[in-house]
């Protein structure tokens, strides 16, 4: 094999990667919305909702493993020339800001809104508890979509 079949094939799974990532966000954003105008008018849909929505984070970190192997894959295959560019660093900078992102604000507020939901379906009013992860998980959603946003910018337009 070629260097350039190496490196359009660790390309390929990168965007692959980076697809399932940016795509199971959206798409969490999305569900999580019609969640809770659901939850407002019945809860036991709203309820089943979520349940669906447990498979998003499962194809997240199958996106971040794709991306991250790949990528390290095209920087052994480019010799690094990339790695030293402005615009390749301040894109590893934005992917590790969305995968802490996922780890400190994503999994913790989704895990505090499943307990607050086993309480209420115990018979416990935790409506303030459930607006403030609402609240949490909105702008959880608004970053990572404008950090992708950002990401896809800079892989299109290579600044120096």
Not at 33 to 52: C, H, P, T
Not at 60 to 82: E, K, Q, Y
Not at 95 to 100: H, P
Not at 108 to 121: D, I, P, S, V
């Amino acid at each position: 094999m070629t260097y350039q079949t190496w490196l359009y094939g660790a390309l390929v799974f990168h965007i692959i990667g980076l697809a399932m990532l940016a795509g199971s966000t959206l798409l969490d954003f999305i569900i999580t919305s019609r969640f809770w105008r659901k939850y407002a008018v019945n809860k036991g849909e709203a309820l089943i909702m979520r349940e669906v929505a447990q498979v998003f984070p499962v194809v997240a970190r199958s996106g971040i493993a794709l991306m991250v192997l790949s990528g390290i894959a095209m920087m052994a295959v480019t010799h690094n020339v990339f790695g030293s560019q402005l615009w390749m660093r301040i894109k590893i900078g934005l992917v590790v800001l969305v995968i802490l992102n996922i780890l400190l604000i994503g999994r913790r507020t989704g895990k505090r809104l499943y307990m607050l939901l086993q309480e209420e379906r115990n018979g416990l009013n935790r409506s303030d508890a459930l607006n403030s992860v609402k609240n949490t998980m909105q702008w959880f959603h608004y970053s990572q979509l404008l950090l992708f946003v950002i990401i896809f910018t800079l892989s299109v337009f290579k600044f120096s």
